[in-house]
């Protein structure tokens, strides 16, 4: 189904949860998706994904020299967040898979499901959005790079885009307030800990350079412009990515039909039963 299938949905619709195919959300993008039908190969990959960044988070909260701030920062929050949600990913086919056995499964989504779709969204932009303000504000070339600044700010986006290609999940572009969950509260709490008096490691009293709050002039028109312009551009962008991929499923298909077809035209051992029209399918003469 391409995103813009969605317009079978009311608008009003398109900005919650209501979908009436869960089993997209357990199988490969270039499955056909079948009701009662979960992809055991996407179960595995789905859970050696978690396993990675699992493992991830683990060896990056070990690493660190000063874990009391690990979590004031962002980038690490969206690791945690993006952990959360590859595990959850995985438990959603398994579930699909259970209720399927007894004969439970509708098209009304359950809680596990709409919440995994919710921190898909989130963690989509997120990836993104922390990748590219670090590598192009923050990292200083000079200074070396680090294990950590590719595990942190690099694989998150590779993943993302990854699965986004990999997975049959769906995209709405009106789901692009799902983002101000994870991010308003971040930009409060960054606030709240610089008026408290809170301090990084090495004694500076803002988290980011570009959310100092002694610096109104920059921060107020950063925070802005990227809560109100930057969050719905972003998520634009991943949508966009997510109707590239059923573009480029949809005409592999059509190809591969007409290989078929003009494969039953050159060879008389096959034929091609072209009265069940859609469903028509190619016979091997005896």
Partial sequence: MLPNANQKYPLCQQFGFSYDQPYDFAVFSWQQSKRDQVSGPYIVYRFLAAALFLSVVVYCGARSNHPEYWLIYLSHIGLILQTLHLALSAAVPVQLLLLSHRGQVDSNNTTLLKFSWFLYNITNLLSLLISAVFWAVLFVPGRGLKDKDILVHALNSIMSICDMFISKRP????????????LGPYVVFSAIYWAAGGQRENGLSYIYPILNWENLSLTVPFVLVGLTIGLPL???????????????????RKFDEQNDYYQSRWNPAFVLDETGGANSAIVIKA
Avoid: K, T, Y
């Fill in 171 to 182: 995209c709405r572009m009106l789901h692009f307030h799902h983002s101000f969950a994870a």
């Fill in 234 to 252: 972003v998520h634009g962008v991943i949508w966009s990515l997510h109707v590239l991929r059923d573009r480029v499923i949809q005409c592999a």
